[in-house]
């Protein structure tokens, strides 16, 4: 195979990147040890100790980006981000070659990957202003999650009640505009904050509009109980999203959270954590035949987990946790169906810092409907040199099918009642490296071993097409990452990934299997400009394994002012025709004024 990759790209390395960790944190040409990653082992680590591949998004480090969305910002991290619509209306997620459903997304913890299908997994109920930061694992998750963290996990981290009054607003092309309000106040033992965001767009063509609103609370008491509750109501036009007709879709989620730390005698620490999830999607096919092919569907999971921290001397602890849950589905398509499901898990952790650090851990799960599955797992990392630390891991991940994979019928397709969760085996090794001050790079290579894959085959076009287990697809592939700090206000970084995925020989059909990035490539930069302005671009690249590829390039410019922030800024400024999904087309140009606090 041949692949030609412009020079533009090799010279736009050298000039762009997006910022993954705040730059100040490398000052001293170090990796930024006192960071600490949540998601990547059971119990919170520092930087310096990860033995996985991780990407951490800050705060700050969004703010630099030119994006609307939770997608927007996967995207510019690097991953293969399926959207239909702009601004994160509908969007897939996929890691590593996964499909949509193969990604695990988290909301402080707590699952967010809906029953019926994974296109709803990007309905993420966080106001934009509501996040802390964004940690993406890459890579087996099942071992600490669960199902579906096949090719990663994507975990949303909420920012702490705080006190003040925020407000921006926002316009653009298309009829494009969007505005955010959020309010905090303690008292006493209280801190609360609230949180809306609100934006719609006439659409860049015809019923291609949208239109979305997200709300959240959030009540800490003390430090260590947490209520949290939002919401996000969306309605867009979906022209070809699914076949060629003027569609339309509906599409609501609510998530209530309550957390509770208690740290017990002699260094044990215990968390506690329940939740409900509720998720309305209503699809009409036809807007000219209203009735005609419509559907609606409510999910609901509820469940509760507790988790355990016991330290075993001054290098080691052990990590117990329990889980046990529901989900449910009231469908008039799909019909009403349940399952229930419980697990434990274990990760002992032994480390030495600045030098290594191992972390084998084990995790059991039981369905009432798909049985139980094993996950196991390993991870370590060595400091070879205090330049250079090497990482390590391998684990089983598992997914089990959704409820629209096991019941869906149409006069095109037929599901089956009898699918069984799909399992892989994935390994990676890695390094991170200095290779001089205030820079800092990583190389990894993983592979992934499925059996059972599910998806959607036929033999001939006239055939319908019918879900199964039959695929074993082996994937590899290679990433490379590197980033530069140019002192506390400019940065740049630049990522490439190469991903090979092979399913053998077949006699049938695919539809969902082997859709994937192929090559991709991103980059961007803040730096400022003369005259108070300052300016943060991004660009990518994707060639997808079908041969379709694409360049995107984004940016905005900024003047600050005592008070607030004014921007301009642009999407897809090489006015590029492109579809990220088969058969969608994605906007053109489009530009935009924004207008928020400093």
Do not use: C
């Not at 035949?289 to 921290?309: D, I, K, Q, V």
């Not at 274990?346 to 191992?358: G, H, Q, T």
């Not at 390994?427 to 059972?452: C, K, M, N, V, Y």
């Amino acid at each position: 195979m041949t692949f030609r990759f412009p020079a533009v790209a090799v010279l736009s390395t050298l000039l762009l990147a997006p910022p993954f960790f705040d730059a100040a944190l490398m000052g001293a040409g170090n990796l930024p040890d006192e960071e600490v990653v949540v998601t990547a082992n059971a119990s919170p680590v520092p930087f310096g100790n990860l033995s996985r591949s991780v990407a951490v998004l800050t705060r700050e480090d969004i703010a630099r980006l030119p994006v609307h969305s939770i997608p927007d910002i996967l995207a510019h991290a690097g991953a293969d981000v399926g959207a239909r619509a702009p601004s994160g209306m509908q969007a897939d997620i996929r890691l590593r070659g996964s499909s949509f459903s193969q990604v695990l997304v988290l909301v402080d913890g707590v699952r967010l990957n809906d029953s019926q299908t994974g296109h709803h997994n990007a309905d993420i109920p966080v106001p934009m202003e509501d996040i802390e930061r964004i940690e993406v694992l890459l890579g087996p998750g099942s071992s600490i999650y669960g199902a579906d963290a096949f090719g990663g996990t994507v975990h949303i981290i909420t920012r702490a009640p705080a006190p003040g009054v925020r407000a921006a607003v926002g316009a653009g092309a298309h009829g494009f505009a969007e505005g955010s309000l959020s309010a905090g106040f303690e008292k006493g033992t209280l801190r609360q904050s609230f949180s809306v965001t609100a934006g719609r767009s006439s659409g860049f063509r015809h019923d291609r509009d949208f239109r979305a609103v997200t709300f959240a609370a959030r009540s800490q008491i003390g430090k260590s109980t947490t209520l949290a509750v939002s919401h996000a109501d969306r309605e867009f036009g979906a022209d070809g999203f699914y076949g060629p007709a003027p569609s339309r879709e509906w599409t609501n989620q609510t998530l209530v959270s309550l957390s509770r730390s208690h740290g017990i005698a002699r260094g044990v620490h215990a968390d506690f954590r329940g939740w409900y999830r509720t998720h309305g999607d209503r699809f009409l096919y036809d807007v000219r035949t209203p009735g005609l092919f419509e559907s609606r569907h409510r999910t609901h999971a509820a469940g509760a987990s507790a988790r355990a921290r016991v330290p075993l001397g001054d290098a080691a602890a052990l990590t117990l946790g329990g889980e046990a849950g529901a989900d449910w589905i009231a469908s008039g398509t799909l019909g009403d169906h349940s399952f229930s499901r419980s697990s434990l898990s274990a990760e002992l952790e032994w480390s030495a810092p600045k030098r290594a650090a191992v972390y084998p851990g084990i995790r059991f799960d039981h369905y009432s409907n798909f049985g139980s599955a094993v996950s196991p797992s390993l991870s370590a990392s060595l400091w070879a040199t205090p330049r250079i630390r090497l990482r390590s891991s391998i684990g089983r991940a598992f997914r089990i099918p959704t409820f629209t994979e096991l019941h869906y019928r149409d006069p095109n397709h037929e599901a089956s009642p009898r699918l069984g969760p799909e399992r892989a085996w994935s390994a990676e090794l890695g390094a991170d490296f200095i290779p001089a001050a205030d820079w800092l790079g990583s190389l990894t290579l993983f592979s992934r071993r499925e059996t059972d894959v599910i998806d959607w085959v036929r033999s001939t076009p006239g055939e319908k097409w019918r879900t199964a287990n039959i695929r074993r697809l082996r994937t590899g592939g290679i990433e490379i990452g590197l980033r530069h700090a140019l002192g506390p206000h400019a940065g740049l970084e630049t990522r490439y990934s190469l991903i090979v995925s092979d399913a053998g020989s077949v006699d049938y059909v695919s539809k969902y299997v082997l859709d994937y990035a192929r090559h991709g490539w991103v980059s961007a930069a803040h730096f400022p400009l003369p005259l108070g302005l300052r300016s943060r671009q991004s660009l990518g690249y994707k060639r997808r394994a079908d041969g379709r590829g694409y360049w995107i390039l984004d940016g905005a410019v900024e003047r600050v002012f005592p008070h607030f922030i004014l921007g301009v800024e642009g999407t897809n400024l090489l006015d590029n025709a492109y579809q990220e999904i088969r058969g969608v087309d994605m906007p053109g140009r489009w530009l935009g004024i924004s207008v928020r606090p400093r």
